[in-house]
């Protein structure tokens, strides 16, 4: 035990036009409180599909994910979500797209309002309480949605590709904010990604999936120092362990444009 | 030398493909472009190039308009016509709203209705006159009818099309967030869904004033619609042509209002990009 999450031979198999398709095989995780374990993987190899079944979103169709011994059978308020996309509330003011997120909560009226306020401030968007998500940048609308995802105190933060969208300099930026509110209010987060370096620079450890159907290809410790520094990426320590998941990646990736080529060359016939 | 590239002297810089023009020039070239159009057809008309019971004059047209007005006809024709198309357009709205939002939600809902509308919205209108007489009667029961069977079917499709286009990732924010069904359907999916709602309704209502003659050519005393159709047993041109003029009218000053509410409706919708 001592894992806060943990994944017990999951899943997931849809039926595309009446034929099986695994996205997601046997997936076997433990994730301890307050790990942040990134999760990367080509591009439709089942990372989405993973962190919907750990959302409540999805269900499994093998296995079981269990939450503080307890399995997960639907979405529930101790997961908070940050989507793939920009995902808020358009008509909903910043604070109104925060606020919106507590109103299931039992907390007072006063404490909800402190609440909005700090994490108004834990993602630096003084000054933009009122704006219209409309009116923001990429980067200030996945802050939204961060905060969202938090204000309620969920015990794990599940992101999918949150910054994928986002410029180069700014997702820098949003990694560390990200980690910055990580170290101050302790949650466990599961964050998938197809960046490679965006993974080993925010993790404790790395989850590489395989393609089709999604499993997990390697597990790899991130041993760097807290806090870290951007230039970190330089570091050969770093360099060591993302050349480790960049092979394992490359190899992936291989294998699935073979898959891919066998099957048109299988369709000319 | 890009930047000499971009500052073409001259017409040409405001016909560069998708760049914006200023506000003044977007506007005018809409009041002057019918404007020039209105020259050559009075000119057309004035060097006695057509007859005019062909095509009269704009004069004539206006001093129709004019005459109508000044007699009480047209507020009388307008008030009967708006009072059908408001009526019919509120019927179909009322009801396809609502079923088209479930029909955007619920697939079983869907299931069972899309094949049904689908197939209905390609009849013809007009060969439902006969129908609509023999079951509302004369009166204006079944002006309305055939106004609401010209936009309730189209309306209902579109509706459900916006809202099953809206980002399917804000309802599974609103299952983590705790929400129930109800509560996501009228507080997530609605508000997310409303622009685009408000946009049929106001393409819809549109088509409502296009079935105003279809609606307005059996039993029918008054009405602008009707007056058209008078005007063609006595070939009064200049009246069909200021009827028609009118509505549509009528029509643009109906899209104006539905865009300028949109726009205060929706302001958060707006200052995007
Ligand atoms: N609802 C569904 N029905 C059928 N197949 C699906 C469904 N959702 C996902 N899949 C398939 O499952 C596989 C994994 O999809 P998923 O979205 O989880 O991938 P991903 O790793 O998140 O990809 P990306 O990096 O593009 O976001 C894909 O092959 C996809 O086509
Ligand atoms: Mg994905």
Redesign the interface.
């Known amino acids: 035990m001592g894992a806060l999450l943990t994944l017990d031979g999951v899943g997931k198999t849809f039926d595309v036009d009446g034929k099986p398709v695994a996205a997601v095989d046997s997936v076997d995780l433990a994730i301890a409180e307050n790990e942040f374990v990134s999760i990367v993987g080509s591009s439709g190899c089942g990372k989405s599909t993973l962190l919907?079944i750990v959302?409540?979103?999805e269900e499994a169709t093998a296995g079981e994910v269990r939450i503080a011994g307890k399995p997960v059978t639907?979405?529930?308020?101790d997961?908070?979500?940050v989507?793939?996309?920009y995902?808020l509330?358009?008509?909903?003011t910043v604070a109104g797209n925060i606020r919106?997120?507590l109103?299931?909560s039992r907390l007072s009226r006063a404490e909800k309002a402190e609440r909005v306020e700090h994490f108004i401030d834990a993602v630096g968007l003084r000054g933009f309480e009122n704006a219209?998500?409309?009116?923001l940048s990429g980067g200030m609308r996945q802050r939204v949605a961060i905060a969202?995802?938090l204000v309620?105190r969920p015990r794990i933060l599940l992101m999918d590709e949150p910054f994928g969208a986002l410029d180069a300099q700014t997702r820098g930026m949003m990694q560390e904010l990200l980690l910055r509110v990580w170290g101050d209010h302790k949650v466990t987060v599961l964050f998938v990604t197809h960046d490679v370096d965006e993974a080993v620079f925010l993790a404790d450890r790395v989850v590489v999936l395989a393609s089709r159907p999604g499993r997990i290809k390697r597990e790899i410790r991130v041993p760097l120092a807290r806090p870290r520094p951007y230039d970190i990426v330089a570091d050969p320590g770093f360099v060591a362990i993302k050349r480790e998941i960049l092979s394992d990646i490359r190899e992936e990736t291989l294998k699935s444009m073979q898959l891919a080529l066998g099957s048109t060359e299988r369709s000319l016939y | 030398m890009p930047i000499q590239d971009q500052r073409k002297a001259g017409a040409g810089r405001y016909l560069r493909l998708r760049r914006d023009i200023p506000d003044w020039l977007f506007t005018s070239a809409g009041v002057i472009f019918p404007a020039l159009l209105i020259l050559v057809w009075w000119a057309v008309t004035e060097l006695g190039l057509v007859r005019p019971l062909f095509l009269p004059g704009p004069g004539d047209v206006l001093a129709e308009g004019v005459r109508q007005a000044r007699e009480g006809i047209l507020w009388a024709d307008a008030s009967v016509s708006i009072y059908r198309i408001l009526a019919g357009w509120l019927t179909a709205t009322v009801l396809a709203v609502p079923i088209g939002i479930l029909m955007g939600n619920f697939r079983l809902i869907e299931g069972a209705l899309e094949p049904l509308i689908s197939t209905i919205r390609y009849m013809p209108v007009v060969a439902l006159i006969p129908l609509s007489i023999l079951w509302a009667g004369i009166g204006d029961g079944q002006k309305i009818l055939i106004l609401f069977l010209g936009t309730f079917f189209q309306q209902v499709l579109m509706v459900m099309d916006n809202v099953k286009t809206i980002?399917m990732?804000?309802i599974?924010?609103g299952?983590?967030?705790?929400?129930s069904n109800r509560e996501i359907l009228v507080r997530?999916i609605l508000?997310?869904a409303?622009p685009g709602i408000w946009d049929t309704l106001r393409i819809t209502i549109g088509w409502t004033w296009t079935y105003l003659v279809v609606a307005e050519l059996v039993a029918a005393n008054e009405g602008l619609g009707r007056r058209i159709m008078d005007a063609q047993r006595y070939l009064a041109t200049e009246t069909i042509l200021f009827g028609t003029l009118f509505i549509g009218f009528l029509g643009f000053l109906t899209d104006y209002f539905f865009k300028r509410t949109g726009r205060v409706l929706?302001?958060?919708?707006?200052?995007?990009?």
């Open positions: 919907n959302g409540g979103l639907g979405p529930g308020r997961r908070g979500f989507f793939q996309g995902s509330f358009e008509w909903k919106f997120a109103e299931k219209y998500p409309g009116q969202r995802a309620y | 980002d990732n804000l599974k924010a299952q983590t967030l705790g929400f997530i508000p997310a409303a929706f302001a958060w919708n707006r200052q995007r990009g």
